[in-house]
């Protein structure tokens, strides 16, 4: 399937050209506010429908609007916990299906809007469920949009875990300390008409996600459920590892999360293949992160530049994993994108320049 | 009294409330006790995987045969009101400082895949939808992708929602040899 059209709004920019050139640069988003490092918005912001509804049209500014209503398109909204901000207020406002029955109202190119949340890997797991629904005929276009907030609800919560991170993140580094949490919208289009998109368009040849059946919140100590998501990825996209160009990995930078990532690539025999989180640079971003992730990799594969994982310093594991400590100038052609979350899921995809 | 519905094959379960039954508490007890779980980890649960644990027991117990294979499950749930039983208490403890983790990692709805994937070792390949109602088209449509692709060869696919007091479950099983076989028809 075709993939491209991507957007994003973040503290770092409204687009993610935008967002890139500023990562580009080493800018992260991540601050200090008060006594918390976050990436939060300018302005406080409560609510995600306008800015999923910026998104969206940003992205379908990219498309032949035409075609797209002249198609079968859904909608996949991905979130984790929506507009939470509302829960004292409006109860009702909270539910996540809210936000894809006005997204579907506002824009009259969507046949059908649907709501994931699979926490971490929600953001993934829509880009595979989009996949796979036009592999199999039912749709023709699907828009993707996934959004969280840095609310009070999501930082207290990670507090009681001691999950946060008193300084900026350091994904895969020796000290890292946890993660930063951090609000983005972003926005990605996935067709099976190349035509459709204004720009050149990538390819994504297919993912899943896998659960480990090992623990609700702590990673599987030996990685089982990662290994088997992307064994399985590599399998169904037809791809061989030494195939794979570059890995951009989830890396929340908190202990447990990324030693278990390390050891899945260092099994897998990955020891060569330059990796980054983006964590360093807006933070997690819940159930944006996979979308907006893998919007910034499409677009190191446009800009055949790789970033660095902004924040790591120095190598943990006994593993050789590449993890750029520089941004790279280099060809790639086919990415692997990964993201691990509560519940104990583990998703991949390979996405691929046509 | 909460009714518990099997199809003719018994390959589906509906568990519907009574009007005047409200306590949901003691009928998810009382099934654990019934169902013989010996799962003491079953009292840590928020009451939405508690359900979805139930709900599930209730269809192994009955097409054991069919569970044979651990790594070939899949599991496809929808819900209207996500983990919002479980965010109220969260934001609850929010207001009195009482935040705790043991309530904040149930405030996800796909938390009930990994409980019931944990209890029978199912590494499988499973998503959370959210809608207002039972969307049968799409789990259907996800489901025959599974099995199609050939990434599961048995899914647990439905409904389970809590909200507060109020609850309904309605799970059915698709495999590979009955994919044709519509969901509305297993469900019904």
């Keep these: ?354 | 009294m909460t009714e518990i519905l099997f199809n003719k094959l018994g390959t589906s379960v509906k568990v519907t409330q009574s009007p005047i039954d409200n306590d949901i508490n003691s009928f998810l007890k009382e099934m654990y006790y019934k169902l013989d779980l010996d799962y003491p980890k079953f009292f840590k649960m928020d009451n939405l995987c508690k359900l979805g644990m139930i709900g599930t027991e209730l269809l192994v117990k009955k097409n054991k045969y069919l569970f044979s294979r651990k790594d070939r499950i899949g599991i496809i749930l929808q819900n209207k009101s996500s983990s919002l039983d479980s965010d109220i208490k969260h934001q609850e403890g929010i207001e009195d400082n009482t935040v705790s983790p043991a309530i904040f990692v149930y405030t996800l709805p796909n938390i009930v895949i990994g409980e019931t994937s944990i209890k029978h070792k199912w590494q499988s390949e499973g998503v959370f939808f959210i809608n207002e109602e039972l969307d049968y088209e799409l789990l259907s449509q996800y489901s025959n992708i599974l099995l199609n692709g050939n990434r599961t060869e048995i899914n647990i696919v439905g409904w389970v929602e809590v909200f507060k007091n109020q609850f309904k479950l309605h799970l059915g099983i698709l495999a590979k040899s009955t994919s044709t076989e519509k969901l509305e028809e297993v469900l019904s």
């Design chain 1, 1 to 354: 399937m075709f993939i491209g059209a991507e957007n994003i709004i973040s503290p770092l920019g409204n687009s993610a050209k935008e967002t890139f050139e500023r990562m580009k640069n080493g800018e992260s988003s991540i601050k200090n506010k008060n006594g918390i490092f976050l990436s939060s918005f300018s302005s406080s912001q409560n609510e995600l429908l306008p800015l999923m509804f910026d998104s969206i049209a940003d992205s379908i500014s990219f498309v032949n609007q035409t075609v797209l209503l002249e198609s079968k398109t859904l909608l996949i909204v991905s979130t984790t916990k929506g507009e939470i901000n509302s829960i004292n207020l409006d109860i009702n406002k909270t539910h996540l299906s809210c936000l894809s029955e006005k997204i579907k109202k506002r824009f009259n190119c969507i046949d059908k809007g649907i709501v994931v949340s699979t926490a971490c890997v929600s953001g993934l797991q829509s880009l595979i469920v989009a996949n796979d629904m036009i592999n199999h005929n039912y749709y023709d276009n699907v828009i993707i949009c996934g959004g969280d907030l840095a609310s009070q609800f999501v930082i207290e919560g990670f507090t009681s875990f001691y999950a946060l991170s008193d300084a900026p993140c350091k994904p895969f580094d020796k000290d890292r300390k946890g993660l930063n949490i951090g609000e983005a919208v972003s926005t990605i289009i996935m067709s099976n008409d190349k035509n459709l998109y204004k720009e050149t368009p990538l390819k994504f040849l297919g993912g899943c996600s896998i659960n480990d059946a090992n623990h609700i919140s702590a990673p599987h100590r030996e990685a089982e459920g990662l290994i088997k998501s992307i064994n399985n990825t590599l399998e169904t996209g037809n791809v061989l590892s030494n195939d794979i160009d570059f890995i951009n990995a989830h890396g929340t930078a908190t202990v447990y999360n990324d030693e278990m990532e390390a050891k899945a690539f260092s099994k897998l025999n990955f020891d060569n293949i330059p990796v980054n989180s983006l964590k360093g640079y807006f933070g997690h971003t819940l159930g944006a992160a996979g979308i907006i992730e893998t919007a910034i990799s499409l677009q190191s594969i446009r800009n055949n530049l790789l970033l660095k994982c902004k924040g790591f310093e120095n190598q943990d594991f006994d593993s050789k994993l590449d993890i750029l400590r520089e941004n790279r100038e280099i060809q790639v052609n086919t990415i692997l994108k990964t993201s691990s979350g509560f519940g104990g899921f583990n998703a991949s995809a390979i996405i691929q320049k046509i």
